[in-house]
């Protein structure tokens, strides 16, 4: 927590990133230059191992593109 907020960060999205739902969702984003839908997160997620219920995915897509923003937010600030 002593470091620069620009290397807290870093490190934050780091770990963020290290999940395959992130990672992907974000390497999605990347590729098509558009933020990907709430519905391609949720199939990606129902793809996945999770081990979660289908109400559980449909809110947590929603927290997964938020980060994802917000990740994408500082790239822009850079």
């Known amino acids: ?3 620069t907020p ?3 960060n870093l490190a934050l999205i780091e770990s963020i990133l290290e999940r395959e739902i992130f990672n992907r969702t974000l390497q999605i984003y ?3 230059l558009k ?5 391609l997160v949720i199939k990606l997620m129902m793809d996945g191992e999770l ?5 559980t995915i449909k809110r947590r897509s929603g927290t997964v593109l938020a980060w ?3 990740i994408m ?3 822009k600030q850079s």
């Open 51 to 55: 081990n979660l219920g289908e109400e």
């Open 35 to 39: 933020r990907p839908s709430k519905e």
């Open 1 to 3: 927590m002593k470091q």
């Open 73 to 75: 937010e500082l790239t």
């Open 68 to 70: 994802i923003d917000w």
């Open 6 to 8: 620009k290397k807290r």
């Open 30 to 32: 990347i590729e098509s």
